[in-house]
C-alpha cells in the first residue's frame, strides 16, 4: 500500500462518510472510493462496510486502518529528519538537565534559546547525572547539562561556565557575622546536606575536607532538593551549601536566610554540555552553549 491509500484509509476510518473523508484529502469523493475499492481487491479482504447511511470498518479493517495510523506517524517523523538534515536548528533538541541546575538555568535558557533558534523546541527532562548518562547513550537524549567530573565513552563534553558554592545559614546565625567562610567551619555545624545519589552532594562533602573523612557525614540531616534545603534553613534546623546560581535566584532580603561567600580559594563546581560523538546536528550544540551564555544563570562565571 503507498502512503496515500493508507491515508485515505485512516481518513475514512475517522470521518466514517465518503465526501467528508474526500474534503479531507483534498480529492474527489469518487477518486477516495475507487482508490479503496482497488485496494480492497488488490489484497483479497474487505475494509470497510458501506450503506447509504453509514461506513464502518471491519475486524481486519480496524486492525489495518490502527498499523496504517501508526506507518504514517513514523513517515512524519521521517520527514522531519530530513528537514533537520537540511536544517539542524530546525525540529526537537531534547535536553537533560541535574536538579540541582535546572530550576536555576531554564527560566533564563528558553528565551535565550528561542531568539536563537525559533523553530528547535526543547523536549526537557530532569534526573541524576547517572540516569541522564544513561539515556544519552541509549539516543534517548540529544545533550545533557551536568557538573563535572563527568566521563563516558563516547561522549563529547564542553565546559560552559564554573559556579562557586556559597553558605546558607539562618538569619542571625553566629556565621553571618563573617564576610567569608572557611570549607572547614560547616562541617561542625548542624549540616544539611542533598541525599545520596546526588552529586552537588558529592561535591560538597570533596569541598569540605573534614566531611570528606570517614563518619564525616555522620549526623548530617538530608532534603530531597535544594528547595526542601532552603526551608529546612530558614525553620533553623541547621546551615547548608548551595550552589551560587540557587542563592541568586532566592529573595536576598529573606527575613529568615542570610548568604556567605567562601574564601579563597572558594568551591566551586565546573558546568559542561555533554552529547554523543556521533549527534548529527552539532550546530544545534553550538547554539545551545551559545544561548546559555547569553543568559547564564545568576551567580556563575562564564568561560
Not at 35 to 41: G, I, P, S, T
Not at 45 to 54: G, H, K, P, Q, T
Not at 112 to 138: D, G, I, K, S
Request: hydrophobic share 45%.
Amino acid at each position: 500500500m503507498t502512503l496515500t491509500e493508507l491515508r485515505y484509509i485512516v481518513t475514512l476510518a475517522r470521518e466514517r462518510h465518503f465526501g467528508h473523508a474526500a474534503e479531507k484529502c483534498h480529492v474527489s469523493q469518487p477518486t477516495l472510493s475507487v482508490a479503496l475499492k482497488k485496494v480492497e481487491e488488490r489484497h483479497g479482504v474487505i475494509l470497510f462496510e458501506r450503506s447509504s447511511a453509514d461506513v464502518r470498518l471491519t475486524a481486519i479493517g480496524d486492525q489495518v486502518a490502527a498499523q496504517a495510523e501508526r506507518v504514517l506517524e513514523e513517515a512524519g517523523k521521517l520527514r522531519e529528519i530530513v528537514a533537520q538534515g537540511k536544517d539542524p536548528l530546525q525540529g526537537p533538541l531534547r535536553l537533560g538537565v541535574i536538579y540541582t541546575i535546572a530550576p536555576y538555568l531554564l527560566p533564563r535558557l528558553i528565551p535565550a534559546l528561542h531568539a536563537r533558534a525559533p523553530r528547535m523546541p526543547l523536549f526537557l527532562h530532569e534526573n541524576f547525572t547517572v540516569n541522564l548518562a544513561a539515556q544519552l547513550r541509549r539516543a534517548e537524549l540529544d545533550v545533557i547539562v551536568v557538573a563535572l567530573p563527568f566521563t563516558e565513552p563516547g561522549i563529547v563534553s564542553r565546559l560552559v561556565y564554573r559556579e562557586p558554592f556559597c553558605v546558607l545559614m539562618p538569619r542571625g546565625h553566629p556565621l553571618a557575622q563573617q564576610t567569608l567562610i572557611e570549607p572547614g567551619q560547616v562541617a561542625s555545624e548542624n549540616l544539611l546536606l542533598l541525599g545520596n545519589g546526588n552529586c552537588f552532594r558529592d561535591q560538597v562533602v570533596q569541598a569540605c575536607p573534614k566531611l570528606a573523612a570517614p563518619g564525616g557525614t555522620q549526623g548530617a540531616l538530608e532534603g530531597s532538593s535544594l528547595e526542601t534545603v532552603r526551608y529546612m534553613v530558614a525553620s533553623g534546623a541547621g546551615i547548608s551549601v548551595v550552589p551560587a546560581s540557587a542563592a541568586a535566584s532566592w529573595p536576598q532580603e529573606d527575613p529568615l536566610l542570610s548568604f556567605r561567600h567562601f574564601s579563597e580559594p572558594a568551591p566551586a563546581r565546573g558546568v559542561v554540555i555533554a552529547w554523543r560523538a556521533t549527534f548529527p546536528r552539532p550546530q544545534a550544540i553550538d547554539i545551545l552553549r551559545a544561548a546559555i551564555l547569553d543568559a547564564p544563570p545568576p551567580g556563575v562565571i562564564a568561560v
